[in-house]
Every structure is written in C-alpha cells, then in structure tokens.
C-alpha cells in the first residue's frame, strides 16, 4: 500500500492534467462553434477534423504526440484535449444548431442582434446539450489521463500501471478507486453548474 502522501499527490496531480486538457478542451471548441453559426463550411470542417481524432485510437493519440513534442505534462494535456474535442464539439453545434427557428425569427423580430439572440436564445435552450457533451468529454478526459502515464503525465496511471505489472491488486486498486471518485465528481460538479446556469423556466 503505497503513503497516503503519495497518493493525495498524485490524486492532485491527475485533476489537474484532467481539468486542464478539458479546460483547453472547451476553450478551443465553444469559439470555434460560435464562428461555425456563420459558416457552414467551416463547422463541416471542424466536425470533420473531430471525427477524424475521434476515430484515432486513444493509445494511438498519445504515441503520436511524442515524436512532435515529447513527454510530459504538456504533451500529456494535448493528448487527453485532442480526444475530448468531438464530444464537446458535436454536442455543443447540435445544441446550438437545434433551437426552435421560430425562436430566432421572433428574436429578431423584436430588434435583437445575433450577439443577444446567442446569449438569451440559443445558449440557454442548448445547455442541456453542451452539457451532455461537456460530462462525457469530462470522464473521456478522466480515463485517457491514466493512460498518458506511458509518456510521463504522472497523475494515478502511474499507480495504476505498477500494481498491473507487479500484479499488484492493492496497488491497483489504490489507483483505480480515486480514479472512480474523480469521474464521479466530475459528473457531479458539471450537473450542478448546468443546474445554475440554466434559467428557471427551461428546468424541467
């Protein structure tokens, strides 16, 4: 059994690669989106540029990072938001892309520009979409930081891969279950930040 010590550091460390890929996940996707609104070539471009990753196997994903940028944290983070684009990506265009027209004509018929309709209209009514893709993007992200342990992320997949090699199961186990806890929190936290965000009279 390793120190608790140990593992509340690397437990730190995994939230912090995950949480940082996702966050640069969702930072390159929601613009991207916004600029697709106003040009159909290029939200099929972008959508195929994510089906494309998507299809690439994730240990495949993270091998192919290390002849362009190396090991490490860094090229840790590139690996895990190159697989979390598609979920956030699709989820946030169809959310985006699906609200009621007859919204969007009434909203400019009382004056609103597109910045307002994007802010009050379509936003709000595609929450429950982004939000769906930002949850599974979040546990997708939980799940491939264990993996970057290959080419030095650190985090638990360290843990993780010892106990397997040594055929370890406490070891193992001790790994696993903080992983599991994370992926619980990280569904937990986004619920609730969707629940706040989402105005009253869209609750159902």
Excluded: C
Aim: proline share 5%; no cysteine.
């Amino acid at each position: 059994m390793i120190l608790t010590a140990e593992l509340l550091q690397a437990t730190l460390e995994h939230l912090v690669l995950t949480y940082t890929a996702l966050t640069a996940g969702i930072l390159v996707t929601i613009p991207l989106i916004f600029l697709s609104l106003y040009s159909a070539r290029l939200a099929s471009m972008i959508m195929r540029f994510a089906s494309l990753v998507q299809a690439v196997p994730s240990f495949a994903v993270v091998a192919f990072i290390v002849p362009l940028i190396g090991i490490g944290f860094m090229p840790a983070v590139l690996a895990i938001m190159l697989r979390v684009l598609l979920p956030t990506i699709k989820n946030t265009y169809i959310g985006l892309f699906n609200v009621d027209s007859t919204l969007i004509e009434a909203s400019k018929g009382i004056g609103l520009t597109d910045f307002q309709i994007l802010k009050h209209i379509r936003l709000p009514n595609a929450y429950p979409a982004i939000f769906a893709g930002i949850k599974f993007a979040a546990i997708l992200a939980n799940s491939i930081a264990v993996l970057t342990a290959l080419i030095g992320g650190g985090g638990l997949g360290p843990i993780i891969f010892e106990g397997l090699t040594n055929f370890n199961t406490v070891k193992i186990l001790t790994g696993v279950l903080p992983v599991i806890g994370i992926a619980l929190f990280l569904d937990f936290s986004f619920s609730r930040i969707e629940q706040r965000l989402t105005p009253e009279y869209l609750r159902k």
